[in-house]
């Protein structure tokens, strides 16, 4: 399957610090998803891009996709302690593939 | 939400017994997606369907099968658990529209002693 490498796995930040994760793909995406995962919930649909270079905001979200279409990322600024949870890619097609997932935690 | 109940929530079994897991869904979507979720591994896919008697692999499909004999139902099958199988999985449906992101269920805890 398609290959995406997410990172970092782990992030601990102090709440109003800022938080990023990053997706790499060896390959050029058609497109890519991002989801979040509260603590003991299951994954929900944050976003989609599409177009290179597109960048999308939702409140304190900011979401990238790469010039190439090969990475992509989600900053999320002045964290709260309701953006815990885990925030994962996803390479979309008939399959999708998640991205390893990488868990904020936020210390108030 | 929409509309998807996985059942059982959870489940305690013992090596070598066989497992289902049923995922219902009440819009009648064509693709369906079975995931297992892992520390550090993520979501990782199982096996997918894209419609009644259509199935096909994901990334980590040994020691699992599935059947869809009616488009709301897609089932799991664990032919002898074994205790790497212990973990959270999740049912998933995507709408038929293009570029549709996935809707999951809240999720199965097995545990395999």
């Known amino acids: 399957g398609q290959q995406v490498m997410q990172i970092p796995q782990y992030q601990h930040v102090q709440e109003g610090e800022d938080f990023t994760t990053y997706c790499n793909s060896s390959?050029?995406?058609?497109?890519i998803q991002w989801y979040k995962q509260r603590p003991g919930g299951h994954p929900v649909f944050l976003i989609q891009l599409v177009k290179s270079g597109e960048v999308k905001k939702q409140k304190r979200l900011t979401f990238q996709f790469g010039e190439a279409k090969k990475n992509s990322s989600l900053h999320i600024t002045a964290t709260q302690t309701t953006d815990v949870g885990t925030y994962f890619c996803?390479?979309?097609?008939?399959?999708?593939?998640f991205g390893t997932g990488t868990s904020l935690t936020v210390i108030p | 939400d929409a509309g998807i109940t996985q059942s059982p929530r959870h489940k305690v079994t013992e090596t070598g017994t066989p497992v289902t897991l049923r995922c219902h869904q009440t819009?009648?979507?064509?693709?369906m997606y079975w995931y297992r979720q892992d520390p550090g591994h993520g979501l990782r896919l199982i096996h997918y369907?894209?419609?009644?008697?259509?199935?096909d692999k994901g990334e980590v499909s040994d020691g699992y099968s599935v059947s869809r004999s009616k488009t709301e139902d897609f089932l799991l099958t664990l032919e002898s658990a074994t205790s790497s199988q212990t973990s959270v999985y999740f049912c998933?449906?995507?709408?038929?529209?293009?570029?549709?992101?996935?809707?999951f269920g809240n999720g199965t805890r097995l545990t395999v002693t």
């Open positions: 996803a390479v979309t097609g008939n399959q999708f593939y």
């Open positions: 819009e009648n979507h064509r693709y």
């Open positions: 390959t050029t995406l058609s497109n």
């Open positions: 998933a449906i995507k709408r038929d529209r293009n570029n549709s992101p996935l809707h």
């Open positions: 369907s894209y419609g009644v008697k259509d199935t």
